[in-house]
């Protein structure tokens, strides 16, 4: 019964618009007023001895530089070199989009902030370009989602903290499923533009041309290198690479590119005040809901219920995904994560699978969720750019839903995709 008080009174504040963090924590606050045995500073507990952790402060900082380097001039670099590999093929302004998110995503670890950081400049771009508007907002909307795939990863940080997983790990296993899903988006807008007619630009690719572009975006292809360089090769820690990218990120924008101005400083440090504040909410209160999920034992009445549907292992890791997909679009993905990782973690390491590659399905599962509504908060950030309503976007983004959970299949059943680099580790 009291799992029942549990998960309706938090379905009853999700209903009623509460915001996901406060819904969990009211949840949670009911659930022991009910039970009346389980002292309410279980959840006071919970909310802070949840975000004192030093691996979790990568988080707040990865966020803080994803914001300077989105107002720093460091986007729109990225574009002008990738647009000069690809931008004179069919649909080369659509592929150089998605590269662009591939090469944000590797600086920010955030899917919403990756499409309104690219958006903003390549939405209004492309339908200049001759695209439809519907297209290339949903083409951003889902290329965002990248922002978690592609390491740093904020939902990779909260999966090693809760999971008890290397975090480092967890960077190494995103790169090529990270890479694999942008390709999935690259083929799907390639065809889809070879049908439209949207060709690309008259300019020839050079090599004079790509070294120039690349020449001129030095700085910001620097930092995924320093971030990720630093982190696989045992220089510093996921937390201490956070730190590191915000002070070149500031440097960058302040001193390099110019484009960011000491003025400016103040509102980017308020919106990543807002957004830390908003993931360390979501972070305590499901911390705590997830505890009182023990508690109960929610995790076991779960595992024994998908073993009494089948024993069959290709059959249980298919529940789970579709557990996933659908979690993913009622439910932020780090509250998902903290949630979930107790309960499907153990069947998925009974199953055979490696914890870091069940990590990785997670994220890319949860990912999706990005796009998917009602929640899909890549899909809320694009109309917001766009001024598309999300029905009109729902609709659109469905192809690229289809070609994300392609791919997801694959990584799903081809562990090597995740786990292939982590043999090179040092």
């Known amino acids: 019964m009291t799992a029942i008080v549990l998960f309706a009174s938090f379905a009853l504040f999700l209903f009623l618009s509460v915001p996901i963090g406060i819904a969990l924590g009211l949840a949670t606050l009911v659930?022991?007023?009910?039970?009346?045995?389980?002292?309410?500073?279980?959840?006071?507990?919970?909310?802070?001895?949840?975000?004192?952790?030093?691996?979790?402060?990568?988080?707040?900082?990865?966020?803080?530089?994803?914001?300077?380097?989105?107002?720093?001039?460091?986007?729109?670099?990225?574009?002008?070199?990738?647009?000069?590999?690809?931008?004179?093929?069919?649909?080369?302004?659509a592929i150089a989009t998605i590269i662009t998110c591939m090469f944000f995503a590797a600086i920010s670890g955030s899917g919403p902030a990756t499409v309104a950081a690219i958006g903003g400049i390549m939405i209004p771009a492309m339908v200049r370009q001759g695209y439809d508007k519907k297209f290339a907002t949903a083409l951003v909307a889902a290329?965002?989602?990248?922002?978690?795939?592609?390491?740093?990863?904020?939902?990779?940080?909260?999966?090693?903290?809760?999971?008890?997983?290397?975090?480092?790990?967890?960077?190494?296993?995103?790169?090529?499923?990270?890479?694999?899903?942008?390709?999935?988006?690259?083929?799907?807008?390639?065809?889809?533009?070879?049908?439209?007619?949207?060709?690309?630009?008259?300019?020839?690719?050079?090599?004079?041309?790509?070294?120039?572009?690349?020449?001129?975006?030095?700085?910001?292809?620097?930092?995924?290198?320093?971030?990720?360089?630093?982190?696989?090769?045992?220089?510093?820690?996921?937390?201490?690479?956070?730190?590191?990218a915000v002070v070149y990120g500031l440097i960058a924008g302040l001193l390099l590119y110019r484009e960011l101005?000491?003025?400016?400083?103040?509102?980017?440090?308020?919106?990543?005040?807002?957004?830390?504040?908003?993931?360390?909410?979501?972070?305590?209160?499901?911390?705590?809901?997830?505890?009182?999920?023990?508690?109960?034992?929610?995790?076991?009445?779960?595992?024994?219920?998908?073993?009494?549907?089948?024993?069959?292992?290709?059959?249980?890791?298919?529940?789970?995904?579709?557990?996933?997909?659908?979690?993913?679009?009622?439910?932020?993905?780090?509250?998902?994560?903290i949630i979930l990782t107790p309960i499907l973690l153990p069947i998925a390491v009974n199953l055979g699978y490696d914890p870091i590659h069940f990590g990785i399905i997670m994220v890319v599962n949860l990912a999706i969720g990005f796009i998917t509504p009602p929640l899909g908060v890549n899909l809320f950030v694009g109309s917001g750019i766009s001024g598309l309503s999300i029905e009109t976007l729902s609709k659109a983004i469905i192809p690229f839903f289809v070609a994300m959970l392609a791919t997801l299949l694959l990584i799903v059943f081809i562990p090597e995709l995740s786990l292939w680099l982590l043999q090179f580790k040092q």
């Open 143 to 244: 290329a965002g989602s990248l922002g978690v795939i592609i390491p740093p990863s904020i939902p990779m940080v909260i999966y090693g903290v809760v999971g008890s997983a290397s975090i480092g790990d967890m960077f190494i296993a995103g790169i090529i499923p990270g890479v694999l899903v942008g390709l999935g988006l690259m083929i799907y807008a390639y065809f889809h533009s070879k049908k439209k007619g949207y060709t690309g630009t008259a300019e020839k690719t050079s090599v004079k041309n790509i070294l120039r572009s690349a020449w001129d975006a030095k700085w910001a292809l620097l930092i995924p290198v320093i971030i990720l360089g630093g982190i696989y090769g045992g220089i510093f820690t996921p937390t201490e690479a956070a730190v590191i």
């Open 31 to 93: 659930t022991i007023l009910y039970s009346g045995s389980i002292p309410v500073e279980f959840l006071v507990q919970g909310l802070v001895t949840s975000v004192d952790s030093f691996p979790l402060m990568a988080v707040p900082f990865f966020i803080l530089a994803g914001e300077i380097m989105g107002k720093g001039g460091i986007s729109n670099r990225l574009f002008l070199f990738a647009n000069s590999i690809v931008g004179n093929k069919t649909g080369g302004f």
């Open 261 to 337: 101005k000491i003025k400016d400083l103040p509102r980017v440090f308020a919106d990543a005040a807002l957004t830390t504040a908003t993931v360390l909410i979501i972070v305590g209160s499901a911390t705590a809901f997830g505890r009182l999920l023990t508690i109960e034992q929610i995790p076991n009445q779960v595992a024994e219920a998908m073993l009494a549907i089948s024993e069959n292992p290709i059959v249980l890791i298919l529940l789970i995904t579709i557990l996933l997909l659908i979690v993913g679009c009622f439910m932020d993905t780090l509250a998902a994560i």
